[in-house]
């Protein structure tokens, strides 16, 4: 086709950025995925990166982690589950050994309040660097 269309080129966009994300386990920043994206879309910017990724955020399609002092990282995912990062290194993972979530299963009132969620930061050693560093 000669003439791109734009919307059709801002889908395709899209589900490129999606499709990378969700080949990656490492929960990328921004910048990362760009890094990535971009060798398939040359001419994309990082900042369109970052406005597909809100995009995809606030329509429940993926997730954006708040991990404090680190740049937002994305989840390819929406379903609910825990990670943890490691202090070392800094890389994020996914945490599933965990017991079932006691709040979202059942709500709850704890204090006179109903309990919608909670906000856990995991954070330790990852096997990696345990390897290198049993000492830590
Ligand atoms: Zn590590
Ligand atoms: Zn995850």
């Not at 889908?11 to 994206?37: C, D, F, G, M, W």
């Not at 606030?58 to 991990?67: C, D, K, S, T, V």
């Not at 943890?84 to 299963?105: E, F, N, S, T």
């Not at 930061?121 to 000492?135: K, R, S, V």
Request: some cysteine; aromatic content about 6%; glycine content about 8%.
């Amino acid at each position: 086709m000669m003439q791109e269309n734009k919307a059709h080129r801002n889908t395709q966009q899209r589900a490129i950025i999606l499709e990378e994300l969700n080949k990656l386990k490492s929960h990328p920043t921004a910048s990362e995925l760009y890094e990535i994206v971009r060798k398939r879309l040359p001419k994309i910017s990082l900042g369109t990166v970052y406005r597909n990724l809100e995009f995809l955020t606030e329509a429940g399609i993926i997730q954006r982690l708040e991990l404090s002092g680190s740049e937002s990282r994305f989840d390819g995912t929406a379903y609910r589950h825990n990670h943890i990062h490691c202090m070392l290194c800094g890389r994020v993972d996914d945490l599933m050994g965990l017991p079932d979530d006691p709040v979202v299963k059942r709500p709850k009132i704890i204090d006179g309040y109903r309990v919608a969620g909670y906000h856990l930061e995991f954070y330790g050693t990852c096997p990696a660097c345990l390897e290198i560093e049993p000492g830590h």
